[in-house]
């Protein structure tokens, strides 16, 4: 059983003055396979204090400077990749090659963050004016269990670039995942303070960091409903927010599409990270006139999908994170029964031969319409609606009625066509045919889907702030 009884604090590894303890699992198996000593009020005001007293040096250094930080943290958690994947497998249960991807992304976040900072100009010349582009302060790095290596080392490698100094609070759920993380960014070397991790509760710590006057800036990614008690918190001394929320994604399968291709594209979308994905496209629409066909290939689909053991290469859907989200997703597939969507495939319990873990039947409701709950609410689980649409204004009008705004695909036979229904969609990404990405673009929703953009300079310039110098420049 692994042990956690340190948080990282002004570049050591120091027991906690927090006394909690929190049991770990493994999500495939149910069991308990660690135990961690989660910090506290004090814990995180003494991170505070590290990264304050840091933060003045970070913010004078010079882009060179940063870079070389960035390359480093790169270099370190490459050297740890083998261990971040194997984490990732036990404590989330990502299937192998999720986990594999994820622990990569994590390290290429830094060399991403190097790119843009290299890119971007700090100094700018507007009129008679002077800009200086300028680091905000130390910033509340908040982080949520459904990618934890990604998420602590894109946030960290954004605020580095920018010059901030960091307190993270990652998910008590990842807490051997952060571990290995944080041993791999200890490794790099970077002055004490700049970055401190402190394993704690939400309503504990990341309050804390909410409300505490000497954190200039809150990125966090997570639930919409916490996303709006940060905000509340943090008005009071006018922080600076980040937000990356929840989101019930469309994929629209436009009736001149290839369905034998768009189907299993769309069933792929909804089902990405095990459905434990604030971008998954949960709502599949469909041309009315074609039912019959998409019920027939998304049955072919999910039957093609496996669910099981992460560690097995040809698994694609891992267990829930925990009993508790096991538990919401059970509720949800039972709500969409009782409200008189159709069970095309799937449904409640566990699958045939793995009642050990927190596993859910890939499930596929039809006959669903978009004032259902299944429809409208993020359920964080391996469960798709397939809603029908007559032509495509009802189409565009049912992707756009719902509160979300994260992520969006159009699927056509016609690119130009696809164009143009996505850019009628309000949402902050929209993929066309594929499951595409740039780390380089800004990511972010509409809507209540969040607040700010991360990713390359639109993220990088949500750390900065703008300063304007006037007398300072020569006349040409």
């Given at each position: ?339 008189g969507a159709r069970l095309l495939i799937g449904g409640e319990g566990k699958p045939e031969g793995l009642e050990a873990g927190y596993f859910v039947k890939p499930t596929v409701f039809s006959g669903v319409h978009n004032g259902m709950t299944i429809a409208r609410e993020e ?19 049912i992707a756009n009625d719902t509160v979300y705004g994260l992520q969006a695909c159009v699927i056509s036979a016609d690119v130009a066509r696809a164009r143009a229904v996505a850019s009628r969609l309000n949402a902050g990404r929209v993929l066309i045919n594929g499951l595409h ?40």
């Amino acid at each position: 059983m692994r042990i956690i009884d340190t948080v990282y604090i002004d570049g050591a590894f120091v027991a906690p003055h927090g006394k909690e303890l929190f049991d770990l699992f493994n999500p495939a198996t149910g069991t308990v396979i660690g135990r961690v000593r989660l910090g506290d009020v004090e814990d995180t005001q003494r991170a505070i204090a590290a990264a304050r007293r840091a933060f003045p040096a970070m913010s004078r250094t010079s882009k060179a400077e940063r870079i070389a930080m960035l390359k480093r943290l790169h270099e370190a958690v490459m050297a740890r990749l083998d261990a971040i994947t194997q984490a990732t497998i036990e404590e989330y249960g990502a299937p192998v090659a999720r986990a594999s991807w994820g622990a990569k992304y994590a390290a290429q976040s830094f060399l991403d963050a190097a790119s843009t900072l290299k890119d971007i100009s700090l100094l700018r010349r507007i009129g008679a004016a002077e800009v200086v582009m300028e680091p905000v302060g130390v910033v509340g790095l908040i982080t949520p269990w459904n990618a934890n290596a990604g998420f602590i080392c894109n946030k960290l490698a954004t605020a580095i670039a920018a010059g901030c100094t960091a307190v993270i609070k990652p998910s008590e759920m990842s807490a051997i995942q952060t571990q290995v993380v944080c041993e791999a960014l200890h490794a790099a070397g970077l002055p004490p303070g700049v970055f401190n991790i402190v394993n704690g509760r939400g309503d504990i710590v990341g309050a804390e960091l909410s409300a505490h006057p000497d954190i200039a800036k809150i990125s966090f990614t997570g639930s919409t409903a916490v996303g709006k008690a940060i905000m509340r918190a943090g008005a009071e001394t006018m922080k600076r927010v980040t937000l990356e929320l929840g989101g019930k994604s469309p994929t629209l399968v436009l009736e001149d599409a290839d369905l034998a291709i768009a189907v299993p594209l769309a069933i792929a979308a909804g089902f990405v990270n095990s459905g434990q994905a604030c971008l998954a496209g949960t709502r599949i629409l469909v041309p009315q006139t074609r039912l019959q066909e998409v019920e027939a290939l998304a049955r072919k689909a999910v039957d093609a999908t496996r669910a099981g053991d992460p560690r097995d290469p040809a698994t694609a859907i891992g267990p829930m994170v925990s009993q508790r989200q096991w538990e919401r997703v059970q509720r949800y597939i039972r709500i969409g029964l009782e409200e008189g969507a159709r069970l095309l495939i799937g449904g409640e319990g566990k699958p045939e031969g793995l009642e050990a873990g927190y596993f859910v039947k890939p499930t596929v409701f039809s006959g669903v319409h978009n004032g259902m709950t299944i429809a409208r609410e993020e359920i964080f689980g391996p469960v798709l609606s397939i809603i029908t649409y007559r032509d495509e204004e009802e189409a565009v009008a049912i992707a756009n009625d719902t509160v979300y705004g994260l992520q969006a695909c159009v699927i056509s036979a016609d690119v130009a066509r696809a164009r143009a229904v996505a850019s009628r969609l309000n949402a902050g990404r929209v993929l066309i045919n594929g499951l595409h990405h740039e780390p380089l673009a800004p990511f972010g929703g509409f809507k209540q889907s969040g607040i700010g953009r991360e990713h390359g300079a639109f993220g990088l310039e949500g750390y900065l702030e703008p300063k304007t110098v006037l007398g300072a420049l020569v006349a040409a």
